[in-house]
Nanobody, 123 residues
Framework: QVQLVESGGGLVQAGGSLRLSCAAS????????MGWFRQAPGKEREFVQG????????YYADSVKGRFTISRDNDKNTVYLQMNSLRPEDTALYYC????????????????WGQGTQVTVSS
């Protein structure tokens, strides 16, 4: 069992930055690949970025290329999402998720989810 808790969301102006954190419980964090997803009202959950167990490989959606960066610290059981050059269309509830397989864009391949942290970008 893995419990995930996101933090770091908030209200920011367009062009600003935020850093999201996702803290995982347990001693098995390094055995899970991790992903960040987001969901805006009335829209489907959307893959943002993923990272392998070791952190050596990362994956991203085209919509955040060059603006967002995922990283992880296995000693701290934490995965991060650094978000720069934020746009109003980035407004959403952001979730982290854990998977035993390679990170993918499909939410159904993830085993555990956090409750989400709200990011709101004003224009």
């Amino acid at each position: 069992q893995v419990q995930l808790v996101e933090s770091g969301g908030g209200l920011v102006q367009a062009g600003g930055s935020l850093r999201l954190s996702c803290a995982a419980s347990g001693r098995t964090f390094s055995t899970y690949a991790m992903g960040w997803f987001r969901q805006a009202p009335g829209k489907e959950r959307e893959f943002v970025q993923g990272i392998s167990r070791s952190g050596d490989s990362t994956y991203y959606a085209d919509s955040v290329k060059g603006r967002f960066t995922i990283s992880r610290d296995n000693d701290k059981n934490t995965v991060y999402l650094q978000m720069n050059s934020l746009r109003p269309e980035d407004t959403a509830l952001y979730y982290c998720a854990a998977t035993k397989v390679r990170p993918t864009a499909a939410p159904g391949t993830y085993d555990y989810w956090g409750q989400g942290t709200q990011v709101t970008v004003s224009s």
